[in-house]
């Protein structure tokens, strides 16, 4: 055994545990109060910690901000690997990523919300480099699922991969903030389930980008 190693390995342990603590407070606290009405203390308050031990990890709450999306994307939307996608062609991989997506706000509702707070921070203040950086992967993937269809035939060939890619994103992202912003008012308006809805966006978005030949077969 080596002492420094695991005194060096317990620290590292110790800030993960810190900074994890400090995100999922600051994440609560976003959602519930709103970014702009949030105060460093009051994260600390609810980290547990003190506020200048915070300032250790973050140099202000818009950072955490950025922290808790970019730990969004790493955690759920990142993860989908081409090579691990269920066999099919393109188009049936971009249906079954899309509808992934959609399950997996259904088991964290919180990412709805949060992430519609965090689109009015990044629509103030945001750097357009540093968003494609984050989603780049996820971005990637999708870009390549969708020449995949065209080159088999599933997805209609007079699509841009690069700029249905990037609809596609933007989909998602509205319903987001539309959804969370409006919640239960959603369901009370149109007599639908907020989820449902979703899906049947969804559902006509796919329809429209596969070819005649795909959706005949």
């Avoid at 691990?84 to 259904?106: A, D, K």
């Avoid at 921070?121 to 989603?135: H, N, S, V």
């Avoid at 890619?165 to 959603?186: C, D, E, K, P, Y």
Wanted: charged share 25%; glycine share 6%.
């Amino acid at each position: 055994m080596d002492p420094v190693k695991d005194t060096q390995k317990t620290y590292q342990n110790h800030r993960e545990i810190q900074r994890e603590r400090i995100l999922e407070a600051a994440e609560i606290l976003f959602i519930r109060n709103g970014i702009d009405n949030v105060s460093i203390s009051s994260i600390a308050a609810v980290a547990r910690i003190a506020r200048k031990t915070l300032y250790e990890y973050f140099p202000n709450k818009q950072e955490i901000a950025w922290a808790i999306m970019q730990k969004i994307f790493t955690e759920r939307y990142t993860s989908f690997d081409p090579y691990q996608l269920p066999e099919g062609n393109g188009f049936q991989r971009v249906e079954y990523f899309l509808f992934q997506i959609i399950s997996m706000l259904e088991l964290y509702p919180e990412h709805i919300r949060f992430i519609a707070e965090f689109d009015t921070l990044y629509a103030r203040e945001g750097d357009a480099i540093r968003m494609r950086k984050m989603y780049g992967l996820g971005g990637d993937l999708i870009i390549h699922m969708i020449q995949q269809g065209i080159a088999d035939g599933s997805i209609r060939a007079d699509f841009d991969p690069d700029l249905l890619s990037a609809s596609m994103l933007n989909l998602v992202s509205g319903m987001n903030s539309r959804f969370s912003t409006l919640g239960n008012q959603i369901k009370d308006e149109y007599g639908q389930p907020v989820m449902e809805l979703y899906r049947e966006i969804c559902r006509i978005f796919l329809r429209g980008i596969q070819s005649n030949h795909s959706a005949q077969g």
